[in-house]
């Protein structure tokens, strides 16, 4: 091999060592600015925001607002329920089922299943089977009783869920959605338990 070959082949080798030194220098810098738990590039900001508490929040929340919802779908269906409680109903489910779809975008975001853990103990105002079964099959005037005596110990649980993270949570969207709900479901307590002394 000539002088001249074995110089090129010198550099090419001395370029190429230095190419990958610092693709893995530039890589190693980066990690090491990224705290623990920083998700990858392909990941959403968002994600680092969310705590266990946040996570456990909207898991117990999506349910607490499906049965809140189904709850005023049933007594909706009825005749002859009285005006003021159709309204509160109709005001429940509008504002509820869109909570429901934003909490399960937020899970999404974080990578955590929507539906995971078990977390029956920890909501509040949860109706059984047999409460849901008696709501549906009782008639309109005795329906409006029972939804709104168990919309107000539902609502009451989420009220105490939405202040638990607003202690103990991080997300800035997790926190603004607790703050509504504390304020949107405390003044509908406050006119239920009006509606249940005026029926």
Same mark, same amino acid.
Do not use: N, Y
């Given at each position: 091999?000539?002088?001249?070959? @074995?110089?090129?082949? /010198? ?7 230095? /190419?990958?030194? %610092? ?8 990690? %090491?600015? !990224?705290?623990? %738990?920083? +998700?990858?590039?392909?990941? +959403?900001? &968002?994600?680092?925001?969310?705590? /266990? /508490?946040? #996570?456990?929040?909207? !898991?117990?929340?999506i349910p607490h607002h ?5 709850? &005023?779908?049933? #007594? ?14 109709? !005001?429940?489910?509008?504002? !509820?089922? +869109? ?48 939804f709104l005596e168990g ?20 997300? +800035? ?19 239920? @338990? &009006?509606l249940l002394a005026e029926?």
């Amino acid at each position: 091999m000539t002088r001249t070959a @074995r110089t090129t082949l /010198a550099a090419l080798a001395l370029g190429t060592t230095l /190419a990958l030194t %610092g693709c893995s220098d530039a890589g190693t810098g980066d990690a %090491g600015e !990224q705290p623990a %738990g920083t +998700p990858t590039s392909t990941a +959403p900001a &968002s994600a680092t925001t969310a705590s /266990a /508490a946040d #996570v456990m929040f909207a !898991q117990m929340m999506i349910p607490h607002h499906e049965q809140a919802v189904e709850m &005023s779908a049933i #007594v909706l269906a009825k005749d002859g329920v009285d005006e003021r409680v159709v309204a509160l109903a109709e !005001q429940i489910e509008a504002a !509820q089922a +869109p909570e429901v779809e934003q909490m399960t975008a937020m899970l999404d975001r974080w990578g955590a299943d929507p539906s995971g853990g078990d977390h029956a103990g920890h909501m509040g105002g949860m109706l059984d089977d047999d409460a849901l079964a008696a709501l549906e099959a009782a008639p309109a005037e005795e329906a409006q009783r029972l939804f709104l005596e168990g919309m107000v110990e539902h609502h009451e649980g989420a009220v105490a869920m939405a202040q638990d993270v607003l202690a103990e949570g991080e997300d +800035p969207e997790v926190l603004a959605l607790a703050e509504e709900i504390v304020a949107a479901q405390q003044e509908e307590i406050d006119a239920m @338990r &009006s509606l249940l002394a005026e029926l």
